[in-house]
């Protein structure tokens, strides 16, 4: 088997996620044989660094000895079971360590197979619970310009990119959308603080206006990963929380991308020192392994459902995978990785050297921003940094960093204008600074007319 032949049956067959196929008839899928550690190879034997991590899932390297054996051991035991009426140890011991974990005051596990469905649980369940005790005239939500919370319906109504809601708007939930505390909006001479303190006067407004109505606000804390890597102050969640609880209405933290050690501390709440109501996990719960996804909620929201039988206030929501035994053994070895290699710590050093070796970048004349969160680092080009243009988005100007990357060892797959490095975490100094060289030429190639 080599690329050709694979590339051949794969376009007879297949229909890529996210993907115009015709754009596969110049750029063909890289079919890839085998993955070690933070490098993918391909059939032809040529090699990449997977610096966005498949997707943001994946956290220790692919074929991780200790995931792996993990995996291989609860496969002898049981692969799956129904979780309704049953139970096992993986889905128990899961959900005891993902409550000790998270932000104090989270008590329950509520599991699903995929992100997009952890927020229409947590959706649900904020309008559920509301309804459970008595107020069904709140049936709306309030999200932020520039989020994302997935793709089916509920998730996609929520969520704030054009390029995949407008299509489907017909189809979708009227959510009302706060401008984004996203940073990279500030006033020269505005520190990233003040702008989110400003941007959140809007949010005030919105929830003194609607609370009534208002189920739950949904916000991706800290970075909104698909909107372009923008970042925000933690101050805009503590000021979220507050509010929320002042007017009666849920929060609903999408963690689903930046949990997992991505912002530099455990969840990205942390760093606003809030709880939410819901917090929504998938992607690096299993390492990258497995589909898996976890709704954490609070003991208050999980009262409001427990009654009698006949008084119909269980929330009746399930997926066939619900708690699948192999992706909780998956995420069982990932939190033991987490604790037993301090990987909180040892990625400190890791997100200075990716600092350190995508700093230049801060004088490119076609980069108007290199910003950084923990393991998250972007570079946003623009035609004139000074006054933050974009480029316009049919000029595919990341097309060429994407090209220049497979070229050179690298898998870098930029967001519109925006080149990031999001890689798994058992990558090395030399490879961050790999990463950095090749990016920053693509920029070059990118940005040259
Ligand atoms: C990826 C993502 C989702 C959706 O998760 P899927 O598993 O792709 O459905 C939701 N929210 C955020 C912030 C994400 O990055």
């Known amino acids: 088997m080599n690329n050709a032949d694979l590339i051949r049956r794969d376009l007879d067959v297949l229909w890529h996620p996210c993907t115009q ?5 110049t750029n063909p899928p890289v079919p890839i044989k085998r993955g070690k550690g933070v490098w993918l190879e391909d059939y032809d034997g ?7 991590s498949s997707w943001w899932v994946n956290l220790f390297g692919h074929a991780n000895p200790r995931i792996n054996a993990r995996i291989r051991e609860q496969m002898e035991q049981l692969e799956h079971v129904i979780l309704a009426g049953f139970s096992h ?11 000790d974990l998270a932000p104090e005051g989270l008590t329950r596990a509520f599991y699903a197979d995929n992100g997009s469905s952890a927020i229409e649980v947590a959706l649900k369940m904020s309008f559920h619970y509301w309804l459970n005790r008595g107020q069904s005239q709140k ?10 919370h997935g793709e089916t319906l509920g998730a996609l109504s929520v969520g704030h990119v054009p390029l995949y809601r407008e299509t489907y708007g017909p189809l979708l939930l009227e959510a009302i959308h706060a401008p984004s505390p996203d ?3 500030r006033e020269p001479g505005e520190d990233c603080a003040e702008y989110a303190e400003r941007q959140f006067a809007e949010m005030e407004r919105i929830l003194a206006e609607n609370a009534d109505e208002v189920c739950a606000v949904v916000v991706e804390p800290l970075v909104q990963c698909v909107g372009g890597m923008r970042m925000h102050d933690p101050v805009y969640l503590e000021r979220l929380r507050e509010a929320c609880d002042r007017y009666g209405i849920h929060l609903i933290a999408d963690e689903i991308a930046v949990g997992f050690g991505r912002t530099g501390t455990m969840f990205a709440c942390e760093q606003a020192g809030i709880t939410p109501d819901f917090m929504c996990l998938s992607k690096g719960l299993t390492a990258g392994y497995l589909p898996l996804a976890a709704t954490l909620t609070t003991e208050e929201v999980y009262c409001a459902f427990y009654d009698d039988f006949n008084n119909l206030t269980a929330f009746l929501h399930s997926h066939s995978f619900t708690g699948n035994p192999l992706g909780c053994a998956a995420a069982l070895a990932t939190l033991d990785i987490f604790a037993e290699d301090e990987v909180i710590e040892s990625n400190r050093r890791k ?8 700093a230049p970048l801060n004088d ?21 940094p000074a006054n933050r243009t974009a480029y ?19 898998l870098l797959r930029p967001l519109g204008n925006v080149v990031y490095l999001m890689p798994p975490y058992v990558i090395s100094e030399e490879e961050i600074h790999h990463l950095a060289r090749v990016a920053t030429e693509g920029i070059d190639i990118a940005t040259r007319d």
């Not at 997100?351 to 995508?358: F, L, P, Q």
């Open 21 to 25: 196929m015709k754009d596969h008839e």
């Open 46 to 52: 040529r090699e990449f660094i997977d610096a966005v």
């Open 89 to 99: 140890e993986p889905v128990v011991e899961l959900s005891e360590r993902l409550v």
């Open 139 to 148: 049936t709306r939500f309030v999200a932020l310009t520039g989020s994302y």
């Open 183 to 185: 940073c990279y909006h």
């Open 351 to 358: 997100a200075e050297v990716m600092g350190e070796a995508m």
């Open 364 to 384: 490119h004349p076609k980069v108007a921003e290199v910003r950084q969160t923990g393991m998250i680092l972007a570079a946003e080009m623009s035609p004139d």
């Open 392 to 410: 316009p988005w049919q000029e595919r100007r990341g097309l060429h960093v994407y090209r220049h990357g497979l070229e050179n060892r690298a």
